[in-house]
């Protein structure tokens, strides 16, 4: 009995340590997205600024896009910045913003420091719109093709070889310019 009550732990231990050794290697920002190729939610937010259209679903129609999730008080969003701002200057798709959980002059104000790479940019105060996308966190970025369709979802901070590597490629393969 006593070998019983010292061999349940020993295994119940050793179970543990192989699981947390089997995810060990698991990247939580690769948690696929179950809208991928399926159709974007339907919505219309407004926009934080007032120069920059809103964005709806109607928008997301037409040619390929880019759609980042971000937010003034997200420290990645402002560590992915400048890629967006190199790739909005290239001109190769339109990129939306959807400003998430953020307040209307904090976003204006981190747009104004930062620049605007946002040709239209939807405030989602409450978060509901997030939670239809399946976003789990910002920033997060979305490649939707012509028929609004969600193709991609890059979770984290975009880095010059994910638009290099993952988004460019995709994008023209899209039949984007």
Not at 5 to 19: C, G, M, R
Not at 67 to 86: I, R, T
Not at 87 to 108: E, R, V
Request: net charge negative; glycine share 8%; charged share 20%.
């Amino acid at each position: 009995m006593k070998r019983l009550l010292f061999i349940v732990p020993v295994l119940t231990f050793a179970a543990a340590a192989f699981l947390f050794y089997e995810h060990l290697g698991h990247n939580p920002a690769e948690v696929p997205s179950a809208l991928i190729d399926k159709p974007v939610p339907s919505f219309a937010l407004p926009s934080p600024v007032e120069s920059v259209p809103g964005l709806s679903s109607e928008d997301l129609k037409g040619r390929v896009v880019l759609v980042n999730v971000f937010a003034s008080w997200c420290v990645p969003c402002g560590v992915e910045h400048p890629q967006l701002m190199k790739l909005a200057a290239q001109g190769t798709l339109p990129i939306y913003g959807h400003n998430y959980k953020d307040k209307t002059a904090d976003a204006t104000r981190w747009l104004a420091q930062l620049g605007n790479p946002f040709a239209r940019i939807g405030q989602d105060l409450d978060g509901r719109v997030a939670i239809e996308w399946g976003v789990y966190g910002v920033p997060e970025t979305f490649i939707v093709d012509a028929e609004g369709r969600i193709r991609f979802r890059h979770a984290g901070p975009l880095m010059h070889a994910d638009v290099e590597e993952k988004i460019l490629p995709l994008v023209k393969s899209l039949g984007a310019p």
